[in-house]
């Protein structure tokens, strides 16, 4: 059995968004962790949603590359 090339990428775009994903939920516990101690630096906490952002933003990106091929 033959794979196309477009095929291969977006094998590789559906395990690279997995990974995203799974790192963004980490930064979600580790969010609520911190504030659930209450003690959190807030500092810490406001860098960790700013990465969890951009995150989501990297999540969507890819998402949207895949999504086509599914459509199409």
Known sequence: MSFSPRMEETEV?????????????????????LDARGTGDMLMIRRLKKQKLMLKDQIAAIADRILPDIIA
């Open 13 to 33: 775009l559906r395990v690279k968004l997995e990974m995203l994903r799974r790192e963004h939920r980490d930064l979600d516990e580790a969010i609520q962790a």
